[in-house]
């Protein structure tokens, strides 16, 4: 847990963490922690939010009570275990009187919002919009992250499917991961602009037009990020018909070899047949060097058929 105070109109990070009633504060903490609990609870903060915060199927979402508001979000990481797999945990972004507090789930996910929060802000003059428009634009940015990540996977896939270095079913498998972790990214990413925009409209008029730069960049970075995730979802789509296009053209080179090599085989059973025919009236079967003429004929016949193939790239 870590408590930030403005001091003098900077903010400072406080080396014992203490909550001060009339001071302005950034908490940064997770949600096992029994000082931000109990702070939370004496506020009356409802507890339906505890759960919300804590679920992994709660949707990115803007909430406006009487003693606050309440903005949880999506921190994402491209997760090296899995293909194509991300890492998602709930951000609360709360903003109760003179205090605002980011609660995560997970310690590893409060150290590294804090460190780049602290590393934009330590000492510089602030207010409580700005401070959260850091965290909603590292959240951003962290997303960004997992996204350009998520592009440079699929174009490494892509240059496996060309090279065809992947076996064809581990390929449809991770094609069917990416797209199934596009799928929710896309989910989420919607369901963000709307919160963000009912956040937006929940600001009056003032802080609007203070921040009407940041909220501005904020909602392009979320616009784009939806249209990335549509881009990289049809991206998707096209390897997948790459792959079955690629699949489809061994099978017809395969069977096209397999007719070339039954063409080669047709005039010499032709041969074959007339010359085991049983008829006692067969001129050619009492020639000195019939059989040597017809096993010549039927050699060059075959040599003859197996180049003009191979000319015409059947073989």
Known sequence: MVIYEEINGALVKLDENQLKEDSHQVIISTLNKPLLVNWLKNEEFPEPFFEDIASFEQTPSFEDFSEGTVLILKYLKLEKEEFMDFYEENVALINLGNKLAIVCKDEMTAFDIEMKFDKRMRGKKTNSYFELYTFLDILTDQQIQALDGANIILEALEEDILSESVERRETLKNLYYARRSLNRLSHIFVNESVA??????????????????????????????????????????????????????????????????????????????????????????????????????TIATGVAIYFWLKKRKFL
């Open 196 to 297: 963000l925009s009912r956040f937006f409209t929940s600001v009056n008029t003032s802080v609007k037009k203070k921040f009407r730069f940041e909220f501005l960049d904020l909602k392009e970075h979320k616009q784009s990020l939806v249209a990335e995730c549509k881009s990289l979802q049809d991206k998707t789509v096209s390897l997948l018909n790459l792959q079955l296009g690629l699949t489809d053209n061994k099978a017809n080179e395969a069977m096209q070899k397999l007719a070339g090599i039954s063409l080669i085989f047709i005039p010499l059973t032709f041969f074959t047949s007339i010359f085991s025919m049983n008829f006692e009236n067969m001129p050619e079967l009492k020639t000195e060097h019939g059989y040597h003429v017809v096993l010549v004929i």
